[in-house]
Every structure is written in C-alpha cells, then in structure tokens.
C-alpha cells in the first residue's frame, strides 16, 4: 500500500518547538516530499520541500529560519523541527509526496503536483 502517516502534532506556547514525523510505506516516498498546511478558513499553504536525497530543501518565507525539514538515513521518514512557534503556526499539517522530480520552489509548492498525503496532524501554538 502507498500511505503516509503524520505524527507529532500538539498545543504549545509561542516561542516553543515541536517536532513532526512522516513515515512512509509502498510507493508514497517520492522524489519531491513536502509539508503543506492548512487554517480554518484559508487555503492549504506550503510550507517546506525536500528532495529524496535530503540534498535539496525549500521553505516559505513565513518559516525559514525557524523550521528545518530533513529525512531519516533509510530515507522513509520526513521530519519537520519546528522552532520558535507562533500563532499564526496554528494549523493541521500534512505531509505530501509527489512522483515527480521538482527542479525549482514553484513545483515543490505547487499542491496539485503531489499524489499522496496524510491524514494531518493538528498544530496549536497559544500566545
């Protein structure tokens, strides 16, 4: 089966960390892998890409800095280390994987290209 699982998610205060975990099995670890998250009443927003060597990463404005998105040795685990939350954190967070071999930012954040995703994990961040 092709599936990937989210975990981590929780209710902090701002200016605490979080770390989100991505495990895939069957066909859903793909070439490009991202996180994409989404507020009540907002559009679904990307948030951080990476290749499937690890070697390449790409972060929204709104995090980078803050956020690191690495993979495991074995390449089936996508982590998202989230410091220094805020507010505007607050989201469900998914993890998605596209077949794709994205060559720049605008393909990595571009949902449609993405094929598998999570069920999402919930992100509260409290001022």
């Known amino acids: 089966q092709a599936q990937l699982v989210e975990s981590g998610g929780g209710s902090v205060q701002a200016g605490e960390s979080l770390r989100l975990s991505c495990t895939a099995s069957?066909?859903?670890?793909?070439?490009?892998m991202a996180w994409f998250r989404q507020a009540p009443g907002r559009e679904r927003e990307f948030v951080a890409g990476i290749s499937w060597s690890g070697a390449t990463t790409y972060y929204a404005e709104s995090v980078k800095g803050r956020f690191t998105i690495s993979k495991s040795n074995t390449k089936d685990t996508m982590y998202h280390q989230m410091n220094s939350l805020k507010p505007q954190d607050t989201a469900v967070y998914y993890c998605a994987a596209s077949l794709l071999t994205c060559p720049d930012f605008d393909c990595y954040a571009a949902s449609n290209n993405y094929v598998y995703w999570g069920q999402g994990t919930q992100v509260t961040v409290s001022s």
């Open positions: 069957g066909r859903a670890f793909g070439s490009t």
